[in-house]
């Protein structure tokens, strides 16, 4: 019976034994994967449950289409998880098939399943990375320098470079030190500079490579921190500063300069040094009374003036126009007398008889026009004024005053002269050109005195009655419809004539006869001509003049062209 | 004696000239972004690696196939192989995900667009070496030793080596597009 049974038992041990022995293999990996870097190919697998200390790993490998697959023995070590198999896998870079791996348990006798791994190991499967990164901040600027990885094991001719050759490109990332939020940015060049970001001061940096043409993944370097140090005296800022400095020592070069010239230049020589200084606006007025003679005229205080006084009155005027006591009348409605002018107006107009008028006109100064009735011989000028009430108050040379003198104005006495009478305005002379008129009296007068100045002065005294005649009448005798601009500045030169007028020699009859012919001639023409200024032309005709004439061939005959003077003419046409 | 010997010369320049143009290589340039091709294989490739079981058996390369072919059969290999895979691998090929289906449309439609670019830009001038036709009857004998689905699958898993030829026999311009290197006899 027991020989019947023992053979079943044996059998029966030695399956359980053998059961047991599968039973208790050791599990295989879980997992068996690549982790590849640029030269670091490192297999990964997962550790069995319940290993032992003597558990160890086994490890081949296979290229992709080949049948054998190759035990690596560096890799059994106990205990351990990885293994690297770079060195089995060097032309990783130019095999394009791959490897297989795969890994077993191993413990004393006993071992796992081999586990494989899910994909080929490929260039595609190799993570990109950086060997070294070179920050520098200065100026504002991030200067950064990539090092490729370099493993001892890298075989010749296959550098990171020269294994990928196109398209690298690196993302850099910055980061401020206190924040999270980083800022990346792409370059294209192991050499890279890039512009700090505004307030940052202190930042970190890391680097990741990738190809563009591949998918390789690519992982970051390690993070560097950099601080900016506020650069005070850099080149910029010193150059800056040695710029400015030369620039102010131009300016001052030039200031002082500037001074130095001033003071050297500024004083004048002897000559035209002169002993007083001139104060305007301190030393008196040479006619005081006339610039602040603003007198506000009330015309219902004055009388009208009869035209007899209108054309019996001229007065003078100082070097720039007419200056007198008695305002210029110009129409009936417009009579402005002066104040102090007045009585002497009214004093002089039944005076028939010459009279020794202060020579006022004397007093003026030297562009003085002092405009007398033509009725009084030159030796008579003051007397001449004085007969029409002329007295000059010291009036400025701006100020013109002409006074008219009505026809048969019985204060026209001459000594035998034809034109011992001043024909003033008429009356009938329109409103708008009484004005007019008067400037061109006072314009004619200023001819006539550039003819006469060329005298000696001895002749002074003496006038010629047919200058004296003749002149007033050219001077006086305006156009009725004579349209003169008035120009302010002409009544003054004319009144500067009469002065001149005045002081002509009485030696020079035949001369001034001569020129009373040709001023009768051209008068007869068109109008009254200066005789002496060639230049000045005439177009317009004098109206006839209503002219209080004197018994007198000559100042009969003269019309109304006598009176038409080239000057106003010309005046007008300029204005 | 001068003007000859000038005309000679000249003679010879433009015979030289027009030897240069006519066995000179002769580039195409195929607009294909490569990168993208290669991005969509790498995101099927676990799961059509996973599923191939012939460890052992290769389709694209036996040990030195693919390496051996030289510069003038290239134009060649590329268009035999592009054909290969428009005529048999992705007709074959049965794929249940869509997200794969979709990468593998994605590639097909590159591959299609190579050939026909280089079919008009080369005409008649791709002449196949003995050398290349014998390469690329071992690809299609390899094919056909497997049932046509793991030959599928296995072809299909095998792009990135294909890709990765292309790319070193080919080259890649600035704006990753392929330009293909023909010569001509």
Known sequence: ?575 | MKAQCASHWLLGVALFLCSVHTHSLRRCLISVDMHSIGKSFQEMKRGLQTKDTFQNVTILSTLENLESIKPVDVCCVTNSLLTFYRDRVFKDHQEMSPEVLRRISSIANSFLYMQKTLERCMHRRCHCSQEATNATRIIHDNYNQLEVSSAALKSLGELDIFLAWLDKNHQETPARNLTLNASSD
């Not at chain 1, 990375?129 to 990539?146: F, Y």
């Not at chain 1, 009585?343 to 008028?357: A, K, M, R, V």
């Not at chain 1, 034809?418 to 409103?431: D, F, K, S, W």
């Not at chain 1, 004005?435 to 002749?459: I, L, S």
């Open chain 1, 1 to 575: 019976m027991l020989s019947r049974l023992l053979p079943l038992l044996l059998t029966f041990a030695s399956l359980s034994l053998g059961f047991r022995a599968h039973g208790t293999e050791l599990p295989s990996p879980a997992s068996v994967w690549f982790e590849g870097r640029f030269f670091q190919h490192i297999l990964h697998w997962t550790p069995i449950p319940n290993q032992s200390e003597d558990t160890y790993y086994q490890v081949a490998l296979k290229k992709y289409g080949s049948t054998v697959w190759k035990d690596a023995h560096s890799c059994r070590e106990a205990q351990a998880l990885s293994c690297d198999l770079t060195e089995f896998t060097l032309d990783l870079y130019y095999n394009g098939y791959g490897y297989w791996a795969r890994v077993r348990a191993v413990d004393n006798s006993q071992h796992s399943n081999w586990t494989l791994t899910e994909t080929r190991f490929t260039l595609d499967e190799v993570i990109l990375t950086v060997g070294s990164v070179t920050l520098e901040a200065s100026n504002g600027w991030i200067l950064g320098t990539i090092h490729p990885p370099r493993p001892k094991i890298v075989p010749a001719g296959q550098e990171y470079k020269q294994i990928f050759k196109n398209f690298r490109a690196y993302k850099v990332s910055i980061r401020k030190i206190s924040e999270q939020k980083n800022l990346t940015k792409t370059v294209h060049q192991e050499n890279f500079r890039l512009t700090v970001p505004r307030g940052m001061r202190e930042f970190c940096i890391k680097v990741k490579p990738f190809v563009e043409s591949r998918s390789n993944r690519g992982e970051w370097s390690e993070e560097q921190c950099l601080r900016l140090t506020e650069q005070y005296f850099t080149g910029t800022h010193l150059s800056i500063f040695f710029i400015f400095v030369l620039l102010l020592c131009g300016v001052l070069t030039c200031l002082a300069l500037h001074c130095y010239i001033r003071r050297h230049s500024g004083k004048l020589p002897a000559v035209l040094v002169f002993e007083k200084p001139h104060n305007f606006f301190l030393a008196d007025p040479p006619f005081p009374e006339i610039s602040d003679a603003i007198h506000i005229l009330d015309l219902e205080a004055f009388p009208k003036v009869s035209p007899e006084l209108r054309d019996s009155a001229l007065h003078g005027s100082t070097d720039s126009g007419f200056g007198s006591g008695k305002p210029s009348l110009q129409t009936e409605d417009s009579q402005l007398l002066l104040p102090g002018s007045q009585p002497q107006i009214q004093g002089t107009l039944g005076n028939e008889e010459p009279q020794e008028l202060p020579d006022h006109c004397g007093d003026n100064t030297d562009s003085g026009i002092c405009l007398q009735e033509p009725n009084l011989h030159s030796s008579m000028g003051p007397t001449w004024k004085q007969q029409f009430g002329y007295t000059h108050q010291g009036q400025d040379d701006s100020d013109i005053s002409l006074v008219q003198n009505s026809p048969g104005q019985p204060t026209n006495t001459q000594d035998g002269s034809a034109l011992g009478h001043v024909c003033l305005l008429e009356p009938r002379i329109p409103e708008e050109k009484k004005q007019v008129m008067v400037t061109f009296q006072g314009y004619q007068k200023q001819t006539r005195w550039k003819e006469e100045t060329a005298d000696p002065p001895e002749h002074l005294d003496k006038e010629s009655p047919l200058t004296d005649a003749f002149d007033p009448k050219l001077g006086v005798c305006l156009q009725d419809d004579l349209a003169w601009p008035p120009p302010a500045l002409a009544k003054g030169y004319m009144k500067q004539e009469s002065h001149g007028m005045t002081s002509a020699p009485s030696g020079t009859t035949s001369r001034q006869w001569d020129q009373l012919a040709e001023g009768w001639s051209l008068l007869d023409d068109v109008s009254c001509e200066d005789l002496s200024v060639a230049s000045w032309t005439f177009a317009h005709q004098l109206a006839p003049l209503d002219c209080g004439a004197a018994p007198g061939g000559l100042l009969s005959g003269l019309d109304a062209n006598l009176a038409t003077l080239p000057l106003i003419s010309s005046l007008r046409v300029e204005e």
